[in-house]
């Protein structure tokens, strides 16, 4: 097929106006999933304690950036109808709603399914009520030497005003009388985040760290009766606002910014459901949140510290542990062989990210034929081998290129300290575009092989070069020595460095420029080879699908009878199964062990399937704002393989949720006597894997 990714088809063909989904809320649908997993009694109880906390610090970040970000945009008159059709307080309302619903259920789930059940697995969480007086004894020496000296009392009267309650913070609000005078006044006691969320106070018997600050306040107060004392908390607006001045220094500019950061408006209030209604009225007053934003739930708050009890050393309690794969690539010869051989695509977690894609970066930065490195970093960890294998590989001599995206969402001041030892080894350190992030994921290494000829390998994946997630987020990686994507990703890295203004690629298509329109393009095409009787489908498997031209273009694809299959994550604003718009589409979503989050996106191409892989989703923020890149895979039995997983995921026998018209997800049930198939256990079974013991 010959495409002209720049050219976008006319749109005239009418589409109803009520085809999007609400974004928002789709997403919050995406948590109310990950609920689900931690509702399900099938599953090791120390994975559902997981995924309680996962949900919890899911709904913080969409507290931080997506309601905050709309509760901006409407303070300062930006807010615009969305694409669903609801106007901005309509959508802060609907998602007050749901946020609420799901809030109250996941405290729920906490207090009568999970607890319980650690409860007679010998793990108990206690409120300081229920512990012994042994136990309470030793918190009190605790509460002596480690607490007491990191607490910090403020009073609120004539002379000190109201706090400033910095965001996520866990606080006590304590109501004192003075009992010479009968005066009463309020005090803020901040509960201290480095120490352990849940103390321990025995052998796996856990208290919430407010329970023992709360049973010790006499201390704060000498002289003083304590008369009450709630939990609250408090998220803030915490996405970054930069101005990408050309004129000023991104990377000051960024550092400034994360100061101002923890200063934003607070956009939700949560408080404990016993808290009375003259301190909730202060605490709203001098916070100045409104009634929508106040989260009544029964405590404790702030379950995402439940993360340190799902890390308990009870291996029968979660999932069997598992190394992987190492036959990705052969262990006794050269990587560079191997991969001038054949391509070689990666599936992590399944195969080893430390035996391929850190190797190909190690091995490089050691071989003497190699030249040269260029890479992109948007995330990695904080002992990353492969930011220590660039650094040796410049101090070594050799021309040592990385894009450091500093933007990268909460990891901006890891990526600044990176960034700042990469230029100190001789690394050749660039911050991507002013008003764009760089998100692709690609590697590019130039040696010069035995046979004298000068040959580019490249690795272009779907996840981030990050060791420790790779180990638990579903990722892809094509390994090859095919010239035309190392010309191909060599342009590209000089679009990245220079000034280049390449927009067309033979194997790639990058966005902002050719994406979104080259996918558009193939789904026409597939729209034209129905019509002439050719065989015709589409797949797509991706975290969001928000687009509404990519969505648009998948609603003219089903009218014109086109099969479509969608395997999300997260959000998705298409509606499928509606008559006479979305009749042929599938929408499946697959959550569990592993995070999913791969990039696939395949055309049946009148039975030669063109199959990509890359960094994109189909949302605006990746295909306008955003360097991402795809590759097609072309590599007959690596496309095979990637296909079939497509078509497994899609299966009416697999374990996953299905998206309805109207918005709502509903799990696959197994008919009587039989199972559905969990699609993670099944790969880690059949593919390049070994289970092992404990």
Same mark, same amino acid.
């Given at each position: 097929m010959t495409v002209n990714p720049g050219h976008l088809p006319q749109q005239n063909e009418a589409l109803p106006d009520d085809r999007f989904l609400d974004r928002e809320e789709s997403w919050l649908r995406f948590n109310q999933r990950v609920l689900e997993l931690a509702e399900d009694p099938n599953l090791p109880l120390l994975e559902r304690v997981r995924f309680l906390s996962i949900f919890s610090s899911n709904l913080d970040e969409f507290f931080m950036v997506r309601v905050a970000g709309l509760a901006r945009r409407m303070a300062t008159g930006l807010a615009v109808q969305s694409a669903s059709g609801r106007q901005p307080r309509e959508v802060l309302e609907r998602t007050a709603e749901v946020a609420h619903q799901l809030m109250l259920r996941h405290a729920d789930a906490f207090r009568k399914e999970i607890r319980p059940a650690l409860g007679k697995e010998g793990i108990e969480i206690l409120r300081w009520d229920e512990l012994a007086e042994t136990e309470q004894e030793r918190l009190r020496r605790l509460f002596r030497d480690r607490i007491y000296p990191v607490l910090t009392p403020l009073v609120v009267d004539s002379a000190h005003p109201f706090p400033y309650i910095s965001g996520l913070s866990l606080n006590l609000a304590v109501i004192v009388r003075d009992p010479e005078t009968e005066a009463t006044m309020f005090a803020r006691v901040k509960v201290p985040p480095l120490l352990p969320r849940f103390i321990e106070a025995s052998a796996d018997r856990f208290t919430p760290l407010e329970d023992v600050i709360a049973a010790h306040l006499g201390q704060l107060f000498v002289g003083m009766e304590v008369v009450e004392h709630h939990a609250f908390r408090v998220t803030r607006n915490q996405d970054l606002e930069i101005d990408d001045d050309i004129s000023e220094? $991104?990377? /000051?500019?960024?550092?400034?910014?994360?100061l101002r950061r923890r200063f934003g408006p607070v956009v939700r209030l949560e408080v404990e459901e016993s808290i009375s209604e003259s301190v909730l009225e202060l605490l709203t007053s001098e916070l100045g949140v409104d009634e929508s934003q106040i989260y009544r739930v029964v405590g404790p708050l702030d379950l995402g510290g439940l993360s340190a009890i799902a890390d308990l050393d009870r291996p029968e309690l979660k999932y069997p542990p598992f190394v992987p794969s190492k036959e990705a690539l052969p262990a006794d010869a050269s990587i560079f062989? @191997?991969?001038?051989?054949?391509?070689?695509?990666?599936?992590?977690?399944?195969? =080893?990210?430390?035996?391929?894609? /850190?190797?190909?970066?190690?091995d490089a930065a050691a071989d003497k034929r190699v030249l040269a490195i260029k890479q992109t970093?948007?995330?990695? =960890?904080?002992? =990353?081998?492969?930011?220590?294998?660039?650094?040796?590989?410049?101090? @070594? +001599?050799? !021309?040592?290129?990385?894009?450091?995206? $500093?933007?990268?969402?909460?990891?901006?001041r890891a990526n600044i300290a990176w960034?700042?030892?990469?230029?100190?080894?001789? %690394?050749?350190?660039?911050? +991507?575009?002013? +008003?764009?992030?760089?998100? %692709?994921?690609?590697? $590019?290494?130039?040696? !010069?092989? @035995?046979? +004298?000829? $000068?040959r580019r390998y490249c690795h272009i994946g779907t996840g981030n070069y990050h060791p420790k997630t790779a180990r638990l987020y579903e990722d892809f990686g094509l390994l090859t020595a095919d010239p035309e994507v190392g010309e191909d990703v060599s342009a590209l890295f000089n679009h990245l460095t220079g000034y280049s203004r390449q927009s067309t690629y033979n194997r790639l298509l990058v966005a902002p420029h050719s994406l979104r329109p080259g996918l558009v393009k193939r789904i026409e095409h597939e729209i034209e080879n129905h019509r002439a009787g050719h065989p015709a489908c589409i797949r797509i498997k991706c975290n969001s699908l928000v687009d509404e031209v990519v969505i648009d273009a998948l609603y003219r694809a089903s009218r014109a009878g086109v099969p479509v299959d969608v395997w999300v994550r997260g959000i998705c604003a298409l509606r499928p199964g509606v008559p006479g718009l979305s009749e042929t589409i599938r929408v499946r979503s697959v959550l569990g062990r592993f995070l999913e989050h791969s990039r696939v996106y395949a055309f049946e191409n009148g039975g030669e399937p063109e199959v990509w892989i890359g960094s994109a989703d189909m949302m605006h923020r990746n295909l306008d704002r955003r360097v991402e890149a795809l590759v097609t895979v072309t590599d007959r039995a690596r496309r095979d393989e990637l296909l079939t997983l497509l078509d497994l995921a899609m299966d009416d026998g697999t374990d996953a949720w299905h998206l309805a018209g109207d918005g709502t997800w509903t799990r696959a049930e197994a008919p009587p006597g039989s199972t559905l198939l969990d699609i993670q256990s099944h790969l880690v079974r059949s593919r390049r894997w070994r289970t092992v013991d404990a």
């Amino acid at each position: 097929m010959t495409v002209n990714p720049g050219h976008l088809p006319q749109q005239n063909e009418a589409l109803p106006d009520d085809r999007f989904l609400d974004r928002e809320e789709s997403w919050l649908r995406f948590n109310q999933r990950v609920l689900e997993l931690a509702e399900d009694p099938n599953l090791p109880l120390l994975e559902r304690v997981r995924f309680l906390s996962i949900f919890s610090s899911n709904l913080d970040e969409f507290f931080m950036v997506r309601v905050a970000g709309l509760a901006r945009r409407m303070a300062t008159g930006l807010a615009v109808q969305s694409a669903s059709g609801r106007q901005p307080r309509e959508v802060l309302e609907r998602t007050a709603e749901v946020a609420h619903q799901l809030m109250l259920r996941h405290a729920d789930a906490f207090r009568k399914e999970i607890r319980p059940a650690l409860g007679k697995e010998g793990i108990e969480i206690l409120r300081w009520d229920e512990l012994a007086e042994t136990e309470q004894e030793r918190l009190r020496r605790l509460f002596r030497d480690r607490i007491y000296p990191v607490l910090t009392p403020l009073v609120v009267d004539s002379a000190h005003p109201f706090p400033y309650i910095s965001g996520l913070s866990l606080n006590l609000a304590v109501i004192v009388r003075d009992p010479e005078t009968e005066a009463t006044m309020f005090a803020r006691v901040k509960v201290p985040p480095l120490l352990p969320r849940f103390i321990e106070a025995s052998a796996d018997r856990f208290t919430p760290l407010e329970d023992v600050i709360a049973a010790h306040l006499g201390q704060l107060f000498v002289g003083m009766e304590v008369v009450e004392h709630h939990a609250f908390r408090v998220t803030r607006n915490q996405d970054l606002e930069i101005d990408d001045d050309i004129s000023e220094g $991104l990377l /000051q500019a960024l550092e400034r910014e994360l100061l101002r950061r923890r200063f934003g408006p607070v956009v939700r209030l949560e408080v404990e459901e016993s808290i009375s209604e003259s301190v909730l009225e202060l605490l709203t007053s001098e916070l100045g949140v409104d009634e929508s934003q106040i989260y009544r739930v029964v405590g404790p708050l702030d379950l995402g510290g439940l993360s340190a009890i799902a890390d308990l050393d009870r291996p029968e309690l979660k999932y069997p542990p598992f190394v992987p794969s190492k036959e990705a690539l052969p262990a006794d010869a050269s990587i560079f062989g @191997a991969i001038r051989e054949r391509d070689v695509l990666v599936h992590h977690p399944y195969d =080893s990210f430390t035996t391929t894609v /850190q190797r190909l970066i190690e091995d490089a930065a050691a071989d003497k034929r190699v030249l040269a490195i260029k890479q992109t970093l948007y995330r990695t =960890s904080g002992d =990353s081998p492969i930011v220590d294998a660039l650094m040796n590989a410049a101090e @070594a +001599g050799k !021309q040592v290129v990385v894009v450091v995206e $500093l933007k990268a969402r909460f990891d901006e001041r890891a990526n600044i300290a990176w960034a700042r030892k990469l230029e100190t080894a001789g %690394c050749h350190v660039v911050y +991507g575009f002013v +008003g764009l992030k760089t998100h %692709c994921k690609l590697a $590019l290494i130039v040696r !010069q092989d @035995a046979d +004298g000829i $000068l040959r580019r390998y490249c690795h272009i994946g779907t996840g981030n070069y990050h060791p420790k997630t790779a180990r638990l987020y579903e990722d892809f990686g094509l390994l090859t020595a095919d010239p035309e994507v190392g010309e191909d990703v060599s342009a590209l890295f000089n679009h990245l460095t220079g000034y280049s203004r390449q927009s067309t690629y033979n194997r790639l298509l990058v966005a902002p420029h050719s994406l979104r329109p080259g996918l558009v393009k193939r789904i026409e095409h597939e729209i034209e080879n129905h019509r002439a009787g050719h065989p015709a489908c589409i797949r797509i498997k991706c975290n969001s699908l928000v687009d509404e031209v990519v969505i648009d273009a998948l609603y003219r694809a089903s009218r014109a009878g086109v099969p479509v299959d969608v395997w999300v994550r997260g959000i998705c604003a298409l509606r499928p199964g509606v008559p006479g718009l979305s009749e042929t589409i599938r929408v499946r979503s697959v959550l569990g062990r592993f995070l999913e989050h791969s990039r696939v996106y395949a055309f049946e191409n009148g039975g030669e399937p063109e199959v990509w892989i890359g960094s994109a989703d189909m949302m605006h923020r990746n295909l306008d704002r955003r360097v991402e890149a795809l590759v097609t895979v072309t590599d007959r039995a690596r496309r095979d393989e990637l296909l079939t997983l497509l078509d497994l995921a899609m299966d009416d026998g697999t374990d996953a949720w299905h998206l309805a018209g109207d918005g709502t997800w509903t799990r696959a049930e197994a008919p009587p006597g039989s199972t559905l198939l969990d699609i993670q256990s099944h790969l880690v079974r059949s593919r390049r894997w070994r289970t092992v013991d404990a």
